[in-house]
T-cell receptor, first 110, second 117 residues
Framework: QSALTQPPSASGSPGQSVTISCTGT?????????VSWYQHHPGKAPKIMMY???KRPSGGPDRFSGSKSGNTAYLTVSGLQAEDEADYYC??????????FGGGTRLTVL | QVQLVESGGGVVQTGGSLRLSCAAS????IHWVRQAPGKGLEWVAF????????YYADSVKGRFTISRDSSKNTVFLQMNSLIPDDTAVYHC??????????????WGQGTLITVSS
């Protein structure tokens, strides 16, 4: 399975909104509503931020939202805060009991 | 609160073997996911909470085996015929209620495997 395509970097100032894309194919992102997003501060355990495209985990900040159009999924972070600076990864079910991740996007809060 | 703790990492030569452990606070569906240095995440393997289903990424199929000891709430990843491309931090993560949904939550902090050539 090929990795999903994410931009290597994204940035925004505190209080702004930023959107990270995650592009796959009809066999993964486009074929299933099973896209998840993870926040990873290096050296720590990754943390789920969104699942099944647009569902927030219990206790997850509502500044994070998810959507999908065709073969591309999106994670939007509104009202950027300093603690949002991290690496973000998307993942998708890819059929045949396989899952695929994106290459990751480093989000910088300016 | 679900807790996962990985162990068993270390340095091994090409062609060698290593067994990782994931000690959990209960009996859950468990995935292994790895991250090579400077690279993104890669799904590796999955085992159902009762051991009834096991799935592998093509990159490790035939070399890695996932298993569990339910009496100890521990999942293992036996890694054989290791190659330098297997060098990574290996995380275990709890699978969500719907297996195919691929919700990895929570994750352990990971254990580092280095395969020397």
């Amino acid at each position: 399975q090929s990795a999903l395509t994410q931009p290597p970097s994204a940035s925004g100032s505190p209080g702004q909104s930023v959107t990270i894309s995650c592009t796959g194919t009809n066999s993964d992102v486009g074929g299933y509503d099973y896209v998840s997003w993870y926040q990873h501060h290096p050296g720590k355990a990754p943390k789920i931020m969104m699942y099944e495209v647009s569902k927030r985990p219990s206790g997850g900040p509502d500044r994070f939202s998810g959507s999908k159009s065709g073969n591309t999924a999106y994670l939007t972070v509104s009202g950027l805060q300093a603690e949002d600076e991290a690496d973000y990864y998307c993942s998708s079910y890819a059929g045949s009991n396989n899952w695929v991740f994106g290459g990751g996007t480093r989000l910088t809060v300016l | 609160q679900v807790q996962l703790v990985e162990s068993g990492g270390g340095v091994v030569q090409t062609g060698g073997s290593l067994r990782l452990s994931c000690a959990a606070s209960g009996n859950y569906d468990i995935h292994w996911v790895r991250q090579a240095p400077g690279k993104g995440l890669e799904w590796v393997a999955f085992i159902r909470n009762d051991g009834s289903n096991r799935y592998y990424a093509d990159s490790v199929k035939g070399r890695f085996t996932i298993s569990r000891d339910s009496s100890k709430n521990t999942v293992f990843l036996q890694m054989n015929s290791l190659i330098p491309d297997d060098t990574a931090v290996y995380h275990c993560a709890k699978g969500g209620g719907i297996v195919v949904a691929g919700t990895f939550d929570p994750w352990g902090q990971g254990t580092l495997i280095t395969v020397s050539s």
